[in-house]
């Protein structure tokens, strides 16, 4: 069965300051998918970044990164320099041909 | 294509009612699938369709629940005999693809039911 664990709760920080969100997945498949979502209060749910289970380069877009670590089976992803508008519900999801959420991590960033 | 529209916006219905909301996927998306958000928590996973065929459901989805995928195109989800406990975002999300798919998930901005 697919498991995906994001620890935090929550998270408050004060703006410019860097957040990073930890995911922890369960699988027994070799080949997935691992995805991350924001969902602002608004409520819809928006597409971040995917990364195959094959593919363990970690990478910088902007402001965002993500650290994949198949031998610790995490995922984690960190707002470099946070601003208000960051302020939202971060998921991580793993995919075989269904995404499995875990519960959210809210993000708060003061200004 | 704008994404993947859901009706309505948001639902208020008296406890014991039938409501019925709809999903348009992109059009060109052969899967489906509707996703259940409770306050604090992560979208769980209630069904999903390839093409007009629903392919699993759920143990969430209890048999006040059917959802239906005429000719492959739109979706409907019905709940009969609303409960409290019905009361959350339902979220649709379409893709292009089987198996496990590296192709994108799209979601709708979900229909948020209020039982009361």
């Known amino acids: 069965a697919q498991k995906v664990t994001q620890a935090q709760t929550e998270i408050s920080v004060v703006e410019k300051e860097d957040v990073t969100l930890d995911c922890v997945y369960e699988?027994?498949?070799?080949?997935?998918?691992l995805f991350w979502y924001k969902q602002p209060p608004s409520g819809e749910l928006v597409f971040l970044i995917r990364r195959n289970s094959f593919d363990e380069q970690n990478e910088i877009s902007g402001r965002y990164s993500w650290n994949f670590q198949k031998s610790t089976s995490s995922f984690n992803f960190t707002i470099t320099a946070s601003q208000v508008v960051d302020s939202a519900v971060y998921f991580c999801?793993?995919?075989?041909?269904?995404?499995?959420f875990g519960a959210g991590t809210t993000v708060t960033v003061r200004a | 294509d704008t994404g993947v529209s859901q009706d309505p916006r948001h639902k208020i219905t008296k406890r014991g009612q039938n409501v019925t909301f709809r999903c348009d996927p992109i059009?060109?998306?052969?899967?489906l699938y509707w996703y259940r958000q409770t306050l604090g928590q992560g979208p769980e996973f209630l069904t999903y369709f390839q093409n007009e065929a629903q392919l699993e459901k759920s143990r969430l989805l209890s048999d006040r629940f059917s959802a239906e995928r005429p000719k492959g195109s739109f979706s409907t989800l019905e709940i009969q005999r609303t409960e409290q406990g019905d009361s959350a975002m339902y979220l649709c999300a379409s893709s292009l693809g089987g198996g496990s798919s590296n192709y994108g998930y799209t979601f709708g901005s979900g229909t948020r039911l209020t039982v009361v």
């Open positions: 699988t027994r498949d070799t080949t997935y998918y």
């Open positions: 999801a793993l995919n075989d041909y269904k995404l499995s």
């Open positions: 059009s060109e998306h052969n899967r």
